[in-house]
């Protein structure tokens, strides 16, 4: 993988023994798993936690809580897979994402992973992904694939890249949200968001390498200064998205 690629991910799901790693989880009220409470529900639903009350969870080391863990900033394959080891959840299901964050150190880059032929390409290799290695399950096939076909709500097919770049609510769930922003530093970042949360770290593991390969091996061959939707894309990205945005800046 290029070293110039940075990446974080996000995991939805549930986690039996969750002391370890309470202070990384983030509630999500998107997020719902049978007998796994989140941690606002813990204080009667109320939609905020005070330092003080987190840190009572965190003292009690509850078990069987869900929500959403967010990773720091990864530069190589072998740092994700460290983290995910140590973090997977112990239950996923159809409520439950893998959220990919990816930045690079260019503009056109960005601009190249903006153009229409990116999405179908993109498409193309997700679709084959859930064939190869989804299909073989079929509980966790028939997640993959409502996903795929525009069946859960905070996952949706549209290509609408000017849509997130506004960073508007109405259009940040697609499958790749230009606009994202990571829990982790609030910068700007390139999102993933047709993947579930895969019942199997090693599904999650190729799902997210699949991903930045298909970015990388794309940008090489098609980041083309002169190409007139790359152009129009730069011009965009000027209004919406400085350079020294990016999780790549040093």
């Known amino acids: 993988m290029n070293s110039k690629i940075r990446f974080g991910v996000e995991i939805e799901g549930g986690w039996k023994n969750a002391s370890k790693i309470t202070s990384l989880i983030k509630d999500d009220g998107s997020v719902i798993i049978p007998e796994y409470s989140s941690l606002y529900s813990i204080f009667t639903g109320r939609g905020h936690l005070t330092p003080r009350e987190k840190a009572q969870i965190i003292k009690a080391k509850p078990s069987n809580l869900c929500g959403e863990v967010a990773s720091p900033v990864f530069n190589t394959l072998p ?66 694939w409502d996903r795929f076909f525009n069946k859960n709500s905070y996952s949706l097919k549209k290509f609408c890249p000017l849509g997130t770049l506004q960073n508007d609510a109405g259009h940040k769930y697609r499958f790749i949200n230009y606009g994202a922003f ?15 949360a895969f019942n199997q770290r090693g599904l999650a593991e190729k799902a997210v390498e699949l991903f930045l390969k298909l970015c990388e091996d794309y940008i090489a061959e098609f980041a083309n200064p002169e190409d007139p939707e790359i152009v129009l894309n730069m011009q965009v990205l000027k209004r919406y998205l400085s350079p020294d945005e990016s999780l790549n800046k040093e």
């Open 182 to 196: 990571t829990y982790t530093d609030r910068k700007r970042t390139f999102e993933c968001r047709s993947f579930p």
């Open 79 to 144: 740092q994700f897979k460290r983290w995910t080891r140590r973090v997977y959840p112990d239950a996923t299901n159809a409520t439950c994402g893998l959220h990919i964050h990816v930045s690079f150190p260019r503009l056109i880059d960005y601009a190249t992973l903006m153009t229409r032929s990116f999405n179908s390409r993109f498409l193309s290799e997700i679709n084959r992904f859930g064939e190869n290695f989804v299909d073989k399950d079929e509980a966790m096939a028939k997640i993959y």
